[in-house]
Nanobody, 124 residues
Framework: QVQLVESGGGSVQAGESLRLSCTAS????????MGWYRQPAGKQRELVAT???????NYADSVKGRFTISRDYGKNMVYLQMNSLKREDTAVYYC??????????????????WGQGTQVTVSS
């Protein structure tokens, strides 16, 4: 019912920057919380940053001061500006949203939605 599509991943050198974008589409009523998670190879998925309506943000300690999350309410988008990238930031990054949407039958539903992931590789 709702799709999240990420873009902006790639391969960079340590110290460089990347900006990830995520667009939500569908019969969206509201995106209460949007965020970014990452999963390094062979490890568990972990929180990177979240942003709630009103721009209340939360960051993992490992990215504080380097990453910035923001959103465009009108475009249903969330961004992750990643500066001073480190090798340990290498992972697949996933967009997430707590979504309220309308079904084709006209019912209101709430669900956790995830994007397909985008690879970020940082080399030294």
């Amino acid at each position: 019912q709702v799709q999240l599509v990420e873009s902006g991943g790639g391969s960079v050198q340590a110290g460089e920057s990347l900006r990830l974008s995520c667009t939500a589409s569908g019969r969206i009523l509201s995106l209460d919380e949007m965020g970014w998670y990452r999963q390094p190879a062979g490890k568990q998925r972990e929180l990177v940053a979240t942003i709630k309506i009103g721009d209340y943000t939360n960051y993992a300690d490992s990215v504080k001061g380097r990453f910035t999350i923001s959103r465009d309410y009108g475009k249903n988008m969330v961004y992750l500006q990643m500066n001073s990238l480190k090798r340990e930031d290498t992972a697949v990054y996933y967009c997430h949203s707590d979504v309220r949407y309308e079904t084709p039958e006209g019912y209101f539903r709430r669900s956790d939605s995830w994007g397909q992931g985008t690879q970020v590789t940082v080399s030294s």
